[in-house]
């Protein structure tokens, strides 16, 4: 994983240097997930969708959690991958049927466009 290189001019700098402290923690310790979601997490907050989904994609095959799950739900909402949301919907209320209020807690637009 390489580190961000950061603009010194941008509005995000406080998320950007996140990202980096993020990226040095998981170099430090790759099985720290809580790193990982929130590296994830700060990628989404910038709109980089495509980096968030990929590791919480890869972070879901080692530890499928229903949030991990429910997170790439709405990522895949917000990149308008609406297909894929609600196959993260649905396999995160699966996981964690009791949470079904809690869970897919995405926009909706996901279920009226797929």
Do not use: C
Request: proline share 3%.
């Amino acid at each position: 994983m390489q580190l961000l290189e950061v603009d010194a001019d941008t509005d995000d700098l406080g998320q950007y240097r996140a990202v980096i402290h993020y990226q040095k923690a998981i170099q430090l310790n790759s099985r720290y997930i809580d790193a990982y979601y929130n590296l994830a997490s700060v990628h989404g907050e910038l709109k980089h969708y495509d980096e968030a989904i990929q590791i919480l994609e890869k972070l879901s095959r080692y530890n499928p959690f229903p949030d991990t799950i429910n997170k790439l739900g709405i990522l895949y909402e917000l990149s308008s991958q609406y297909d894929r949301a609600i196959e993260m919907y649905e396999r995160a209320l699966v996981l964690q049927p009791a949470e079904g209020g809690k869970l897919a807690a995405g926009s909706g637009h996901a279920r009226n466009q797929g």
